[in-house]
């Protein structure tokens, strides 16, 4: 027996490589194609003017603080309400 590597390299012809990598590209574009529309869709379903939809998040930590003031607040509301029951 030799000690002989396989070569597992594979040469295909330009035109089937051209032909994948266009066929690889309509589909993404095609992809991306669907989900503009659908949320387009989404937006005029709801009612949802562009402007706002591309609204940028805040940072999680705002984000988070207004959680715990919101917590804080419900807490003194709930316990404003026991003392006057």
Not at 1 to 25: C, G, L, P, W
Request: some cysteine; hydrophobic content about 25%.
């Amino acid at each position: 027996m030799k000690d002989k590597k396989e070569d597992n390299t594979y040469h295909f012809r330009e035109d089937v490589i051209s032909r994948t990598v266009a066929h690889a590209t309509s589909a993404t574009a095609k992809v991306q194609n669907l989900a503009s529309k659908e949320t387009r869709e989404r937006r005029e379903v709801l009612n949802i003017p562009q402007c706002v939809a591309k609204t940028p998040k805040p940072p999680i930590e705002q984000m988070m603080s207004d959680y715990r003031k919101r917590k804080e607040l419900q807490q003194k509301v709930s316990e404003k309400r026991r003392r006057n029951d």
